[in-house]
């Protein structure tokens, strides 16, 4: 079973630091009102302005700071606490929260920027000292602004988006439950609720995946997140009601690894991030569910999962600017 090792994590690394400073090629989510609007990724983001598009620096801090508090003493620490002291200022983060101000800005980053952004904010809190103790600080005013966003939202969501690309909603509450929980109660009752709402009454999931474009799986995701909302017990009898044959085997279009084509196409490469969550995902059920029929068979699907992408983690930027980001999600379960 392969884990995340230092070796793996200084690799996720330089390839994040080769990237959260790139401010071209940029995807933007932005929309002009006019003339004045016009502007670059790094006049409108000065923190998350590289890697392509703004959650995907987002998460690529994530990784750096995810790996530095698993490995320390590794070469390229020194670097990755400077990007944080030099990016993650209190002027910095103050602009990002202006740009969010925006009339136009409503619907930016809605919901996947948010969840990766709450989740990044949850991996600085866990940094006691140093530059990146010092960024969750700085930070913390922009986490605390799409936690209003947030509470604004989701009592307007009648209905789950049930996605496997950025859309979903079980991706991004999943990806906020670690620092609402800690830091948001209310905010994380507010998620519980709506999960159960949308998802509590699921039943005998089909699982028709995956999608052309897909880096996440609806059937999986849906599962990852009521793992992380219910309680052991009730996580147990809702997944034998969503998945009923899951410890046999079914949906077998779930344990099976999807083909991708075209590493160079943008969305085909998704698929390889597909790989990693669903990994991802089959590990921390088969983590949840201990001595279980299905764990087996879980950990065997998540390795085929790994096995099929962890060598393609770089090679062409329209994977690497994001991939060992889900890299690790699968290998730190």
Not at 201 to 228: H, I, N, T
């Amino acid at each position: 079973m392969t884990r995340l090792t230092p070796d793996l994590a200084e690799k996720f690394v330089k390839l994040a630091l080769g990237h959260v400073a790139r401010e071209y090629p940029n995807k933007m989510d932005h929309v002009m009102s006019g003339p004045d609007d016009i502007i670059g990724p790094r006049a409108a983001h000065p923190v998350f302005f590289g890697s392509y598009d703004w959650h995907s620096c987002v998460h690529g801090y994530w990784l750096m700071a995810r790996a530095l508090r698993r490995h320390p003493d590794f070469a390229a620490a020194p670097r990755i606490r400077a990007i944080f002291a030099e990016g993650v200022t209190p002027a910095n983060v103050a602009a990002e929260v202006e740009y969010l101000a925006r009339p136009s800005a409503r619907g930016f980053e809605r919901p996947y920027g948010w969840g990766w952004l709450l989740a990044l904010q949850a991996e600085l809190e866990l940094h006691t000292e140093g530059e990146l103790a010092a960024a969750a600080v700085n930070l913390r005013p922009l986490a605390e602004a799409f936690a209003q966003r947030f509470h604004a939202f989701l009592p307007l969501c009648d209905y789950p988006v049930r996605t496997g690309v950025h859309t979903s909603t079980a991706f991004a509450i999943r990806m906020a439950a670690d620092w609402s929980e800690a830091f948001e109660p209310r905010l994380y009752d507010l998620m519980r609720e709506k999960c159960l709402a949308w998802y509590g009454g699921d039943r005998d999931c089909q699982a028709w995946e995956p999608s052309q474009d897909d880096f996440l799986s609806p059937a999986l995701m849906e599962v990852e997140c009521m793992r992380r909302m219910l309680s052991p017990p009730s996580f147990r009898e809702w997944l034998g009601r969503f998945l009923p044959r899951l410890a046999q085997g079914h949906p077998t279009q779930l344990f099976a690894p999807p083909k991708v084509s075209d590493r160079t196409d943008g969305k085909i490469a998704h698929l390889d991030g597909l790989n990693f969550s669903r990994a991802w995902c089959w590990r921390a059920l088969a983590a949840q569910l201990g001595d279980h029929p299905i764990s087996q068979r879980a950990n065997e699907a998540a390795d085929r999962h790994i096995d099929a992408s962890l060598p393609h983690v770089s090679g062409d930027y329209m994977g690497e600017h994001w991939l060992a980001t889900f890299a690790m999600l699968a290998l730190d379960v």
